[in-house]
Nanobody, 131 residues
Framework: QVQLVESGGGLVQAGGSLRLSCTLS???????????MGWFRQTPGKEREFVAN????????DYADSVKGRFTISRDNTKNTVFLQMNSLKPEDTAVFYC?????????????????????WGQGTQVTVST
């Protein structure tokens, strides 16, 4: 069984920063090195949108074009935690942000852009960027 616990959302003015955290706990035999961790976001009436992901073992990183240069994904191996540092936030970044985990790390970067590729999800955390 895998659980993802998120934290760090909130209200911030445009141009500000927030850091989201996602801690992975699991009771499976799948090595953590087989995981790809992703961040998605969702606004009402829309599908979940890929934001960023990171392969736990190699640290390979991929971003959506809309956040490149502003968001940074990273991991802390000692704490089984993935972070999303969000800088230069814009009102259009307002969404519920979700952490996700896939236990299958052998595919191309674009494979992990789709929410359906992930087996486990966090509870979501609201990020609101005001003008």
């Amino acid at each position: 069984q895998v659980q993802l616990v998120e934290s760090g959302g909130g209200l911030v003015q445009a141009g500000g920063s927030l850091r989201l955290s996602c801690t992975l706990s699991r009771r499976t035999f799948t090595s953590i090195n087989n995981y790809v961790m992703g961040w998605f976001r969702q606004t009402p009436g829309k599908e979940r949108e890929f934001v960023a992901n990171i392969r736990w073992s190699a640290g390979d990183i991929d971003y959506a074009d809309s956040v490149k240069g502003r968001f940074t994904i990273s991991r802390d191996n000692t704490k089984n935690t993935v972070f999303l540092q969000m800088n230069s936030l814009k009102p259009e970044d307002t969404a519920v942000f979700y952490c996700a985990a896939s236990p299958r790390a052998g595919y191309s970067a674009s494979y992990y852009h789709r929410a359906t590729r992930y087996d486990y999800w966090g509870q979501g955390t609201q990020v609101t960027v005001s003008t």
